[in-house]
C-alpha cells in the first residue's frame, strides 16, 4: 500500500517545527570484525576439508614403506538469500508535502532497515553457534565439544564447562586455542586474534585486555593477557548478540567465519504511469557461516 497524504497529515500544514524519527547514529558493518568477506558468481557456495595425512611411522629395516591416504571429508555449504524491501508514496503526498523530500527520507529509513538486517544475520552465526538446530559441514554446532576427526576422535572450541568472561576464563581458551589439531591430529598453529562481547560485557573487556596489571587483584603482577600481546586485533562489541554472559574469539585459522556477497546492494526508483504513485526498492543477495570450526572459540557464560 502506498504512503498517501492521510499517513502524513502534519506535513501537509504549515507550523511543524520538526520531523524527527530517521536521523539516528547506527551500529552497522559490525559483521566486518567478524566475518571475512568473499564474494560469489553462484546460487551458492561449497568448501570442502581435505585431510592431509597422520603422523609418519617408523620403518623397520627392510620393511615396506607405509601408505597412508588423503582424502576429501565434509561440505559447507552457503545458500545465498534474497534480501529486498520496498515502499511506495503516493503522487499527492509528494506534491503537498511543505517540508521535506518524502523519498529522500524514506530512502535513507530503506538503508537503515537493510542495513540492520544484514547485522542480525550475521550476528545469528554467532548467536545460534551453541545450538544443535544450526549445523557445520561436520554435523555438529559451531561451538562445540564434539567436533569429529577421522580417526573417531572429537576435538572442542568451547568450554567442557561454559564460564564467564574472566582473566582465568580467557586463559583456559588462549591454552585450548593453542592446543588445536588438524582432523589427522597433528599439532597446528592457531592464535587468537579478536574477543567479541555483547554491550554487557565492554567494560569487562577493556580491564581484561587493556590494563597493565591483573585485574581484579591486589597482585602487582603484569596483565599477562596484554603483556604477550594474546589478541593482537582487541576486542569488538557487536550490538545484535542476544545473550548478555556469552562471549567469543575469533582465530587466524583460515577459512573460518565467512560471508559471501552474491549480489551488492543496489536501490531502484520507479513511477507508475497510471496512479502516479512512485515506488523504491532496495536489494541484495549474500550468505553468513562458517567452514573451518577452529575460526571460533566461544563460550555461553555461566
Same mark, same amino acid.
Given at each position: 500500500m502506498a504512503l498517501n497524504r492521510a499517513q502524513i497529515l502534519k506535513e501537509l500544514e504549515p507550523g511543524l517545527n520538526a520531523i524527527f524519527g530517521m536521523e539516528y547514529d547506527r551500529y552497522e558493518r559490525e559483521h566486518e570484525y567478524l566475518f571475512t568477506t568473499e564474494n560469489s558468481r553462484r546460487a551458492f557456495e561449497e568448501e570442502v576439508l581435505f585431510t592431509g595425512f597422520g603422523a609418519a611411522p617408523s620403518k623397520p629395516e627392510g620393511a615396506a614403506v607405509t601408505y597412508d591416504e588423503a582424502r576429501e571429508s565434509w561440505v559447507s555449504r552457503y545458500n545465498h538469500e534474497t534480501i529486498a524491501l520496498a515502499f511506495s508514496i503516493t503522487e499527492e503526498s509528494i506534491e503537498d508535502n511543505l517540508y521535506d523530500t518524502l523519498g529522500s527520507r524514506l530512502s535513507k529509513a530503506l538503508a537503515r532497515s537493510m542495513a540492520h538486517t544484514k547485522q542480525v544475520k550475521g550476528a545469528n552465526i554467532l548467536n545460534n553457534a551453541f545450538s544443535g538446530s544450526f549445523l557445520g559441514g561436520d554435523q555438529v554446532a559451531l561451538l562445540a565439544t564434539n567436533h569429529p576427526m577421522i580417526d573417531g576422535a572429537e576435538q572442542s572450541n568451547k568450554p567442557a564447562t561454559d564460564a564467564d568472561?574472566?582473566? &582465568?576464563?580467557?586463559?583456559?581458551? =588462549?591454552?585450548?586455542?593453542? $592446543?588445536?589439531?588438524?582432523?589427522?591430529?597433528?599439532?597446528? &598453529?592457531?592464535?587468537?586474534?579478536? =574477543?567479541?562481547?555483547?554491550? $554487557?560485557?565492554v567494560f569487562v573487556a577493556e580491564r581484561l585486555l587493556?590494563?597493565?596489571?591483573?585485574?581484579?587483584?591486589?597482585?602487582?603482577?603484569?596483565?599477562?593477557?596484554?603483556?604477550?600481546g594474546m589478541f593482537p586485533d582487541g576486542f569488538s562489541v557487536n550490538h545484535r548478540l542476544t545473550d548478555p554472559d556469552a562471549w567469543f574469539i575469533t582465530t587466524d585459522a583460515p577459512n573460518g567465519l565467512k560471508h559471501f556477497e552474491r549480489s551488492s546492494l543496489t536501490t531502484k526508483m520507479e513511477g507508475d504511469f497510471e496512479t502516479g504513485n512512485v515506488r523504491y526498492k532496495a536489494r541484495e543477495r549474500y550468505s553468513f557461516g562458517w567452514s573451518e570450526w577452529r575460526g571460533l572459540y566461544g563460550s555461553s557464560g555461566a
Open positions: 568472561l574472566s582473566e &582465568a576464563a580467557l586463559e583456559d581458551a =588462549l591454552i585450548a586455542i593453542s $592446543e588445536f589439531l588438524d582432523d589427522r591430529g597433528i599439532n597446528i &598453529a592457531v592464535q587468537a586474534r579478536k =574477543l567479541c562481547v555483547p554491550p $554487557e560485557l587493556m590494563t597493565p596489571g591483573r585485574p581484579g587483584t591486589a597482585n602487582n603482577d603484569v596483565n599477562a593477557i596484554k603483556q604477550m
